[in-house]
């Protein structure tokens, strides 16, 4: 018995997300409910892929009072509850248009469906940019500039690179082409042939424009691989083998996508543009005897990229990873015991394909207690006379972790679930640098502006931005909440009795519209939080959950400029908004080429009242990034991200009576296998 | 013998600074040491205890260039380079002044001493603290005051406060006490005694001022104790044990007071004033073949705890924790498996006491490999077409943790050494509040300003700032570094050859005296970093260390106000000094009472030249904190920190060709113990 527990804590094990029928109503779409809405739409529509193309397949999520009264009404385990009726939302590309259609599964059905007549274009599938990707590589004014450079045709390989909005008052669904030269480097990223535009437009799949501009060394191959197989000595630094031992199993229970650890229980779920989805996330009150609700819903909205070179091969490089590239289906395959550690679970996610067909992800994410020899809380006490006191709890928490590999970058994103309550969200940068060839082997040699830093001989590592942008629909112990800043305030002391001068004290300040929550973060000194005004603890403070913010960056652009119009929602890193079920991507619905009319900017512009009402809010980490040589030709992880903490939300510290775990004993061994 | 291998990790090791004699010119202090200190100052005085009392006993580091040379001078184990002549450095007072001695140990004598002419008074010891405790106790107004409130003397406990500096022109060494009740609950500070002030003259070991104004409920004991075995059901939230397994042991090795780990090299030291000290930090460069230099000396140099409340009671406390208190002297015992994880080795510690003979604080510093379950760099490469490639190392780092509790916080320092050359400094903020009592019992009660949150009835957690300074004398790969600001501006685009309007650049500008170097962080963007001007990478970039500011704060205290006069080393983020062996101590050699006359502010107003020079880098962590009641009546730890990271240090990713361990295989076990 022993001996099973012990094996079964070494097993890495694989829980699919594949079931007959889902079991809660926020659940993602199933792979038979991604056939069955193949099957309906291709019906529907009289048509078969490549004719019709799947862009987006999701969730139709039902509306929160139903998921909510749902939630109110479903015991655990308890299987007879009605689940809410279940409909899909696709968009779908057919006779060169956009079209959004709402499926109905039960009903096996299409609801209703509508021809997109604004700008912008859905999310490129992977077959379409596989498709176009391929273009170059027969096209032969290409073949012929790939001669000329001397290079082997067979050894370049072209990437996709979305053209974003410069002010065109037409737009067809093109992307630009770039080519990597891969001989003897499989790092294609930091190898780039530079000088030729190549414009493929998406429908008629084929090159539209084409220029061989000029010629620059293609950089060098030899110290650009990444591979353990292809390094040569000298190796190092040597690092120490460990692993987890957790004789009673892991802590925390997963039902479908239900997760239940410690204090916490939530949902969660996947989209191929969003990622992963933390929803319905409670935490359980001891005090109350209750769980408690935090956060009904929360993603990463948009991701938003600009590249800072200005001229002709790189100036529209300024990405919607999320709206173009879809950061769900980015996601790649966790390696175990290396992306995740040892003791973790994981997760298959599905998406459904440009043909309308799942896809299977395998190990998209994975969950894994995390023991990082944090302090939970802990205190000495030597002022008693006779009396030594020293009490510690150790901390434990929760990751739910995937990671997206949107072209050459790597995001790690984390959602780190503490007992005490605390939230942290944390995104980690690595991957390849966007590199730009360059004639240059020598900083002395560059009298103008290069546009990033000079790596390695003929690379640039280009100067860009990172915005995430966050969704986080807070229900702090309810649906209606406010925002509150509580400004941090110098008062100045007129009087005689303190010796003081000065101190600082705090003004509360609830936002009442929209305006009042637009927030550069920085400029003065205040806290944050998600309040619920129509509650309180027994001192009298209101319930709240408070935002800490971390790494946070203004835009440096021109607000005019084109890019920023279209990434107008990272103008400022906080905006509070009225819960809107369509109001979900902050780069707008169709943000390929999309010309900023439908971002959260735009919305909050509207300047609806949210005071104590269901509200949204969205915070954006930022990044400026100055590439430096340790960047390449592999970057070793940035970290980001901030966190959300209870304030005033429990009437005391929340793990002062947390159960510790017992010093784990080590079984007799007698051999190593 | 792999039975033997497995024993040995499970076994917490401790291991013990006393050597007979030390090993490495920056060793603290050993207990033989102390003691001969002891007896060659008392001799010299012809005193004894507590006629003399030591206020502070340290090593008189040698200069750097000594330093600096028997390290280029000593092989490893090599014990035959001769050491640098080894002294202390002693503050003693005496006939009521306070004493700076010089004692050479090796020729055991007073090389110099010289009476302290200025403001303020050193370091208060633990024995004069705790009898100037006690003096209430037996002081007849006192129990007068206790028994009109109905309290039992026997559960009132009293502790030291620093009085601060408030335009008085005269100052004796007086400290003011405040007392606190006991009965039914070990949690003091937040059950305090408020309308007494009582003020001790150190020297005369008297109290000199009292006075009972006011009387207002003390807090009730109930819901305030913290230890597991006082508490009540229900308990929860439950977390899962887990325990490390090390086949192979630590990856670590311990040479006296040198620690070597994957790629660093540093010395762990530790003063009664600052607590841990790293030296010496080097890099192993695999590329080069040789370590590398990036710091010569870090701690923590001084720690401002400026409260905000300006009545009679609580002006005063705007603390110094460092210079008053001792941050060395306040490091607590680590409990094994609770403060650091399972796999961690600990380091005893000892100080000269007030009579000058050493006192031990067992395990004081601990050191342990961190498995967070980070990932060091990957990247999944799927756009080759037929190969799929995915490349990820696991992170792991090495950290070097004290806890130092100063009355009733506890706060957790790190050291956090990462192989791809970034240090990352933490600081996790713990203990108990500082508890102002108040007649209200619920918020809608309160008119006035009460200068912090109502956390329980009768129970105020007042607003307070926490500001850490820590020391960095980075030296970059050699001693002469320059500071630079790499800051990003917005180039606005005139020409019509792009479509962009705007992009950012980076314009480089080095300080070229303390002035330039004086930053206020989060006004504009910018880089930091300190850079070797003499040394470049291949493609001519300098060497450089880059400072990531985490958590900052800028004081909201009037600039001419008292406390930050004393405490005006916040007034900026980042300092840069030119080096200087005497500049040490942020808030002046003497802190407590101090004017504010010999800060890094005022050092800094020399307006020295530093570039191209030794330097120093200064950097403050600030919180403001509004307490909530999460933080009652123990709380969750905060985090905040730093970190210090290469750029264009190394030639490319110095973990490119990390050594990655085997996966770890489970022992053959028959059963558990």
Known sequence: MKLALLFLIFTVFSLSTIASTYEHPLDPLTPSEFNLVRTIVLKAYKASPPKLTF????????????????????????????????????????????????VDLSKRSVVSSKVHSGHGFPM????????????????????????????????????????????????????????????????????????????VDLDERKVVEYSDRFKIPVPKAEGTEYRASKQKPPFGPTLNGAAFVQPNGPG???????????????????DVRAGSMISVASIFDIQQQRYRRVLYRGYISEFFVPYMDPTADWFFKTYLDSGEFGFGQSIVSLVPSADCPTNAAFFDAHYGGEDGKPVKITNAICVFEKYAGDIMWRHTESEIPNEEITEVRPDVSLVVRTVSTVGNYDYIIDWEFKPSGSIKLGVGLSGILGIKGTPYTHVNQIKEDVFGTLLAENTIGVHHDHYLTYYLDLDIDGEDNSFVKTNLETVK????????????????????TEADARIKLGLKPSELAVINPNKETKPGNKLGYRLFPGTVAHPLLLSDDYPQIRGAFTNYNVFVTPYNKSEKWAGGLYADQGRGDDTLMVWSLRNRSIENKDIVLWHTVGIHHVPCQEDFPIMPTLNAGFELRPTNFFETNPVLKTTQPKPVRMPKCTSQP
């Open 55 to 102: 862009q987006y397949i999701g969730l139709d999520e039902p509306d929160k009072s139903i998921v909510l009264s749902w939630l109110l009404s479903s015991k655990p385990n308890n299987k007879s509850t009605k689940l809410p009726r279940r409909r899909a939302f696709v968009i779908a590309r057919f006779n060169k248009q956009s079209h959004e259609i709402i």
């Open 493 to 512: 002391i007129t009087y005689e009795s303190s010796p003081r001068k000065s101190y600082w004290t705090v003004v509360h300040e609830t936002a009442k």
């Open 252 to 270: 925390f229970k997963i039902n479908g996508h239900s997760i239940s650890w410690a204090n916490w229980e939530f949902h969660l779920g996947y």
């Open 124 to 199: 490129l599938t992977f077959d379409e940019q596989d498709v176009a990707a391929e273009l170059p590589l027969s096209y032969k004014p290409f073949i012929d500039s790939v001669n000329k450079r001397g290079l082997n045709i067979s050894q370049v390989v072209c990437s996709t690179f979305s053209v974003g909005w410069y002010g065109e008052t037409k737009s067809k669904p093109t992307q630009k082409i770039q080519c990597f030269y891969t001989e003897g480097s499989v790092n294609l990223y930091v190898r780039p042939v530079e000088g030729i535009t190549i414009v």
